[in-house]
């Protein structure tokens, strides 16, 4: 399939996106189709700044696959003045600044849409273009932390917690890249641009939906953090159990799933054991359940545990560490994981999107660009600038 076929292969970004929520939404428009620019300082990004083998590099070769990558000093008033001629020439900005870092320069999205009434401008922060904490710094940690997500992660007796992964900011970037696609099919309409306003706490909230029923429930009490037991204690079996070599999660939703369980274990008689009758039942008795499960799953390997419950309609799956998901066959299938080349760590699987529709494929991963490589190119093209012209915002390090 070529670029041409793609959902947006008409689309044109500019994505002056950092570190991954800007980045990601930018990945996925690039991965349907757009034609994404990547504008960046002339010292490069955030990630890319830190080397070819720094634990950053791999998030940088990930979500900047697909993109051209121009230079662009908006500090200067003749980057500044290079940023309003390629707008007048393109569909989307998006960008994930600290709050007022492109109205500082005469950039933000009054100015630009003011030049181009088509526009799409899009930003994330951490807190929105609006209410008190609007002009707030954020990012994945302190996103954690403000939403509530942090307060109910962890063990009982233990601190909060963060979730290792970056959620926030990958939420960020999802609903970002939603709300230009939101965007662009209202211009569609009304031929006029829109200004799209993310903020990161609004997409986290929906995610505590399962623990504030059970804050509701306990009459607006907040109860102990549960580790990997439901947040309300209200399912059961509902957790994470030892395998002869890892760990397995096990949750029954239904009548029907726990019966499954006790035939996937051979102990179909716990069914009528007046311990584990019902839901409720089960919950009462919760740790003496967890008990029974815990003495079968430890007793095989977590592959053979996930198959036996799979073939019984179990809901269940292995606790995966990092090098059994670079080798999921599942992903792999489906390519979105792909192998390929990269200059500091050999080979690394890189993504495809995960976004998907009947007929069209993904288009080919790419390597990333090296800093500022089609700037020429795209100036020529986009602004019209000439080689003397090019040379001097060069000189002036305005690109």
Not at 93 to 115: H, Q, R, S, W
């Amino acid at each position: 399939m070529s670029q041409s076929d793609q959902p947006l292969a008409d689309i044109t970004v500019l994505d002056f996106g950092q570190v991954y929520n800007g980045p990601y939404c930018g990945f996925l428009l690039a991965q349907a189709g757009a034609r994404v620019i990547k504008v960046e300082s002339r010292i490069g990004e955030t990630l890319r700044t830190r080397g070819a083998a720094a634990p950053s590099s791999y998030p940088f070769a990930l979500l900047n696959t697909n993109k051209q990558c121009i230079t662009l000093n908006i500090q200067s008033r003749d980057g500044q003045a290079l940023l309003k001629k390629l707008v007048q020439h393109v569909d989307v900005v998006t960008e994930n600044f600290a709050p007022g870092t492109m109205d500082k320069y005469g950039i933000g999205a009054d100015a630009l849409c003011a030049l181009n009434p088509r526009l799409i401008y899009a930003a994330s922060t951490g807190y929105g273009a609006s209410g008190p904490y609007r002009d707030y710094l954020g990012m994945d940690i302190t996103l954690q932390a403000m939403s509530g997500v942090m307060s109910v992660t962890g063990e009982g007796d233990g601190p909060p917690l963060k979730t290792a992964a970056a959620f926030a900011d990958f939420l960020g970037g999802t609903h970002l890249y939603a709300g230009v696609l939101t965007a662009l099919h209202q211009r569609t309409r009304t031929s006029k641009g829109s200004v799209v306003d993310i903020s990161m706490q609004d997409c986290v909230f929906p995610t505590l939906a399962t623990a504030l029923g059970s804050f509701f429930v306990a009459g607006g009490k907040q109860g102990p953090r549960r580790g990997n037991k439901h947040p309300g204690l209200a399912l059961a079996p509902y957790n994470v159990y030892p395998a002869k070599d890892g760990y397995v999660a096990i949750i029954c939703i239904r009548e029907g799933h726990f019966r499954n369980l006790c035939e996937a274990i051979a102990q179909p008689a716990l069914v009528e054991d007046e311990r584990f009758a019902t839901n409720a039942a089960r919950c009462k008795n919760m740790m003496a359940l967890d008990a029974v499960i815990g003495v079968w799953t430890q007793s095989l390997p977590k592959w053979e545990v996930f198959a036996k419950t799979q073939a019984h309609g179990v809901i269940c799956a292995p606790v995966n560490d990092l090098a059994d998901v670079i080798r999921d066959p599942q992903l792999l299938s489906r390519e979105t994981l792909k192998w390929r080349p990269h200059k500091g760590f050999g080979e690394i699987p890189q993504m495809h999107t995960p976004l998907r529709f009947r007929g069209f494929n993904p288009p080919e991963l790419t390597d990333v660009p090296a800093l500022g490589t089609d700037t020429d190119r795209i100036l020529k093209e986009l602004a019209g600038v000439d080689d003397a012209e090019i040379a001097r915002l060069r000189a002036v390090e305005a690109i």
